[in-house]
T-cell receptor, first 110, second 115 residues
Framework: LAKTTQPISMDSYEGQEVNITCSHNNIATNDYITWYQQFPSQGPRFIIQ???TKVTNEVASLFIPADRKSSTLSLPRVSLSDTAVYYC???????????FGAGTRLFVKA | DTGVSQDPRHKITKRGQNVTFRCDPI?????LYWYRQTLGQGPEFLTYFQNEAQLEKSRLLSDRFSAERPKGSFSTLEIQRTEQGDSAMYLC?????????????FGEGSRLTVL
């Protein structure tokens, strides 16, 4: 299983763009990169998943360079409600035993 | 909303008692997962089912923990002879069986407090 490394915490202000980078040096050819968001006292929620280059949805963008050894989750114009923990995962092909790290705690200030 | 539901949401018990948590996954999902999460940590994988078969169990699970999914639908997680270290949020998730990893849908969790 590919191990991921991401910052423990980040601070931002409302309206700013937030970029959270995750490294996954030993990612395998068939692995996808997945990001989840978790609010206190709730289960994690899927944000976005990608394999290469760029993926965008209504919530975020995911940038993956050609070597796929890192990825960047981009949250445009964050609000206070984006304060949460963000997890970068590289689930093995098949999807079982998805392993979560400690995640990145994002604090959005007014 | 037919998301993943867990019951009970909160459980307070005394050390040494047995507790059981139930998870009802999204109806068409054949994969079901249990995780445990303590304060400040990410969810920790406990076990995984595909239909009724328990395919993997974490070595972190002691013999006091058992999970079942008898008919491939709902699942139960039982903890026998609870210890204070078992205090945590127990999360259930489900997903569809796909070639590549799909989205895990999590429930709200069952918070256990062992006194």
């Amino acid at each position: 299983l590919a191990k991921t490394t991401q910052p423990i915490s980040m601070d931002s202000y409302e309206g700013q763009e937030v970029n959270i980078t995750c490294s996954h040096n030993n990612i395998a050819t068939n692995d996808y990169i997945t990001w989840y968001q978790q609010f206190p006292s709730q289960g994690p929620r899927f944000i976005i998943q990608g394999y290469k280059t760029k993926v965008t949805n209504e919530v975020a963008s995911l940038f993956i360079p050609a070597d796929r050894k890192s990825s960047t989750l981009s949250l445009p114009r964050v609000s206070l409600s984006d304060t949460a923990v963000y997890y970068c995962l590289v689930p093995n092909t098949g999807g079982f035993k998805t392993i979560f790290g400690a995640g990145t705690r994002l604090f959005v200030k007014a | 909303d037919t998301g993943v539901s867990q019951d009970p949401r909160h459980k307070i018990t005394k050390r040494g008692q047995n507790v059981t948590f139930r998870c009802d996954p999204i109806s068409e999902h054949n994969r079901l997962y249990w995780y445990r999460q303590t304060l400040g940590q990410g969810p920790e994988f406990l076990t995984y089912f595909q239909n009724e078969a328990q395919l993997e169990k974490s070595r972190l699970l002691s013999d006091r923990f058992s999970a079942e999914r008898p008919k491939g639908s709902f699942s139960t997680l039982e903890i026998q002879r609870t210890e204070q270290g078992d205090s945590a949020m127990y999360l259930c998730a489900s997903s569809l069986n796909r070639v590549y990893p799909g989205e895990l849908f999590f429930g709200e969790g069952s918070r256990l407090t062992v006194l």
